[in-house]
């Protein structure tokens, strides 16, 4: 055989050889545990068999020539070690190698055949542990090939015998193996190239299509899963996803059927099909390809198909989301990972709402806790200033019961939410008043508000804590008294606070203390640091109203007084006063 001859039966092989490996590619437990990007031991081993066992097949679909074979082993033992790594690559030089050395198929070169394939693997997967990734190109595996088929040639004429022998073999089977090794590694790299390119394409449109439907879904399932929003959600999903139709439910009840099969599986009815109930008892997600295992109790329906993946909140089953397919739009695996990603998203939307609930009650409670903690002493010292003063001034009394009435409404109504800031300052104005009344000159307040600022939605007791704590700690500290000035302004569209006062101060020490994230309730130091709760629960809850980066400001040093200070934007990260 000449080797142009030889040559044309390499490349017909190769040919057989490339669409076997083809059809593997797309075979799923292939795709599944072995072509996959990550790197684990089983993975590991089934690459190298699976290039071994290749390698082993390039032998065979050799041809038989002077006493040898001329093969394709190399082509698959090289892809194996620069896709795989070192490990991969020894492994199926090993395997191809060893299988041409102990079977000793067609005679005097078998040796330094099997040694020519181990040194391929291993230098190709040495090649891809030093320099990664960037090997996977026909660009080097090309050269590798090349160089490592023309070594191979130079150990056949090393160590066959008869020399002669070697050198004839040699000069039929270098040319056509050279070439047709050295094309079918660069061929073989650039299909894995491109299966790996199709399917993360198609992962990556996946991905981005849950994130899409959730994003379009999160709104609605804020307010639960109810009739509601599963149908919102079910229309999102239908009109974004071929399929049949859409299907939400909670436990026992269809909430919302968009699509084929909704007259008659409707809103508000008892779950027609047995395949949801046993998702319901069971939370395993169920992919169904045939009508009669669907279960629904009506027989001419539509749907021949079902995809059925559970919706979780802490840990419990609480409804099910349904993908059906029909004759015309049949359901695939993509499908399949699909349902399964948005009922994983959609059931952490749910706990997060359960959270955001959580987190609402508790902010309320919260400011009932400062209401407690403020109203008992404020009140009863403010009604012994107004009973002193019905003795000496009774219409200086009639004002304090006045401003002391506004005082406890807005305190009283202060958990419903969001104020106006003009709402705040009155309930801070009548506190200063009652104080000053009570103190007399010992206590000068300075105010510097922007008018436009008045209508800016605020969190209720948020400024007059500040303030409290400024003519508790800090003017009425120092014997003579002192000032406090509150000043309300815009910067960067922002709500920017300030309450100053020229008293006591603090040293770096107590600020960090004020500042210090302890629990409000059941803290075993809590009374040691009581004075300080005010302070507390208005960082705590501009964190967690606006955000981390929203914080109090504490500048004070001792005996030049202090100032604390915070901006807020007009809209919060979490709408919870």
């Known amino acids: 055989m000449h080797s142009e001859q030889l040559i044309i039966t390499l490349a017909e092989r190769f040919g057989l050889l490339v669409g076997a490996v083809f059809l593997l590619l797309t075979f799923t437990p292939v795709k599944r545990f072995g072509f996959a990007r990550t790197s684990t031991k089983n ?20 041809n038989s020539v002077f006493q040898s074979v001329a093969n394709l082993r190399a082509m698959a033992v090289i892809t194996g070690g620069l896709f795989g790594g070192p490990v991969v690559g020894i492994g199926a030089g090993l395997i191809a190698g060893g299988h041409r050395i102990l079977f000793d198929l067609h005679g005097f070169s078998a040796y330094p055949c099997g ?75 650039e299909l894995i190239n491109v299966f790996f390119y199709n399917r993360e394409r198609r992962e990556s449109l996946h991905a981005q299509q ?57 809103s508000g009815l008892p779950i027609h099909t047995e395949a949801t109930r046993e998702v319901v008892r069971t939370g395993r997600p169920s992919y169904i390809d045939n009508r009669t295992a669907i279960g629904c109790d009506v027989a001419d329906c539509p749907n021949t198909s079902a995809i059925i993946v559970p919706l979780t909140k802490a840990g419990q089953i609480v409804g099910t989301l349904k993908f059906y397919g029909s004759e015309v739009s049949p359901l695939n695996n993509t499908l399949f ?37 403020i109203n008992p002493h404020f009140l009863f010292n403010s009604l012994n200033t107004i009973g002193s003063f019905c003795r000496t001034n009774a219409e200086k009394a009639r004002e304090l019961l006045l401003d002391l009435s506004l005082y406890m409404r807005k305190n009283l109504d202060s958990s419903r939410g969001f104020i106006p800031l003009s709402d705040e300052l009155d309930q801070v104005r009548s506190y200063l008043a009652i104080e000053q009344a009570r103190f007399g000159d010992r206590i000068d307040v300075h105010w510097d508000i922007d008018e436009t600022c008045a209508g800016w939605p605020i969190p209720p007791l948020i400024i007059q804590p500040l303030v409290e704590n400024s003519v508790k700690h800090g003017i009425l500290g120092r014997s003579h008294g002192g000032s406090v000035t509150i000043t309300a302004s815009r910067k960067d569209d922002k709500l920017h606070i300030c309450v100053t006062d020229n008293g006591s101060g603090m040293n770096t ?48 040093h001792p005996g030049e007084g202090t100032q604390v200070s915070f901006s807020i934007p007009k809209n919060p990260l979490n709408a919870v006063a």
Not at 122 to 133: E, M, N, S
Not at 210 to 233: C, E, F
Not at 258 to 266: F, I, K, P, T
Not at 339 to 348: D, E, M, Q, R, Y
């Open 43 to 62: 993975r590991t081993l089934l690459l190298t068999i699976f290039f071994g066992l290749f390698g082993i097949l390039g032998t065979y679909t050799g």
């Open 115 to 189: 040694i020519a394939t181990f040194m391929e693997g291993l230098v190709a997967g040495y090649i891809a542990y030093r320099f990664g990734d960037r090997t996977m190109t026909w660009k080097v595996a090309a050269p590798l090939a090349l160089v490592g088929e023309a070594l191979h040639m130079g150990l056949v004429l090393l160590l066959s015998r008869p020399f002669g022998d070697a050198v004839e073999l040699v000069k039929l089977i270098a040319p056509p193996m050279i070439a047709v090794n050295t094309f079918g590694v660069a061929i073989l790299v």
């Open 210 to 266: 849950i994130l899409d439907i959730a994003n379009l879904t999160v709104s609605h399932l804020r307010s639960g899963l109810n009739q509601d929003s599963a149908l919102q959600t079910a229309l999102i999903i239908h009109e974004r996803v071929q399929m049949a139709a859409v299907a939400v439910t909670d436990t026992r009840n269809v909430l919302a059927h968009v699509g084929a099969g909704s007259d008659h599986h409707l």
């Open 337 to 373: 990972e699909l349902c399964k990603g948005l009922g994983k998203l959609f059931s952490t939307q749910l706990e997060l709402e359960d959270l955001r609930i959580k987190e609402h009650m508790l902010a309320h409670a919260e400011i009932r806790r400062l209401q407690a903690q």
């Open 509 to 556: 020490a107590q600020i960090h203390s004020l500042l210090e994230k302890i629990a409000l309730t059941g803290h075993p130091g809590l009374d040691s640091c009581r004075e300080g709760i005010g302070i507390r629960n208005c960082a705590s809850r501009l964190e967690q109203i606006y955000g981390p980066d929203c914080q109090l400001d504490i500048l004070s």
